[in-house]
């Protein structure tokens, strides 16, 4: 259920308690995905941001989300018999130039152009584009 | 201990939230999460 609320091959989930937790812009959207859990997610983008067990006192903040997912390094592992067979395998894979070092097809300036993407950190002002289907 | 204060948000800006935790409390709340979504994680 993780891979797909989060569409990838594990979730990151950091706790919080929901005393300590609050949304600062928007509302998030939720999933209901059995009567004891529900997902949270931006409904304009689609972003996964939380899980969310109702009658608990926290709630699981999707780091991926976070601002500095650095900071919050897992402590524990769940679910292990769903890992993906290759997970194991991947620190062997072999490492990538970073991103954009190299830009052959001029890709790096249409996307900062274009760029809707929110930055790392808070904002005071930041205009929300709508998503478009564009199939 | 230190306190800890996080932002996160989606992609597109529309949503944005923040947290803050003591660095003691949050390691108690990461060991109990763990233990119900073991038990949850499916549902």
Excluded at chain 1, 24 to 31: K, V
Excluded at chain 1, 95 to 116: E, F, M, Q
């Amino acid at each position: 259920m993780c891979q797909k609320a989060v569409g990838g091959p594990f979730a990151v989930i950091c706790p919080v308690f929901k005393s300590a937790f609050r949304v600062t812009r928007g509302a998030i959207t939720y999933f209901r995905s059995s009567a004891m859990a529900q997902r949270g997610f931006c409904s304009n983008c689609g972003t996964p941001l939380i899980f969310d067990y109702p009658e608990f006192p926290d709630l699981g903040v999707l780091a991926g989300s976070l601002d500095h997912p650095e900071l919050v390094p897992p402590v524990v592992q769940y679910g292990i018999e769903s890992r993906v067979p290759w997970y194991q395998h991947l620190p062997e894979l072999p490492g990538d130039k970073p991103t954009y070092t190299v830009d052959p097809n001029g890709y790096l300036p249409k996307i900062a152009a274009s760029n809707r993407q929110h930055p790392d950190h808070d904002t005071g002002d930041w205009p929300l584009m709508p998503v478009q289907d564009p199939y | 201990m230190s306190d800890y204060r996080m932002t996160g948000g989606c992609q597109c800006g529309a949503v944005r939230y923040e947290f803050l935790a003591r660095r003691k409390t949050f390691m108690s709340a990461i060991a109990a999460c763990a233990r119900r979504l073991w038990a949850v994680r499916s549902q």
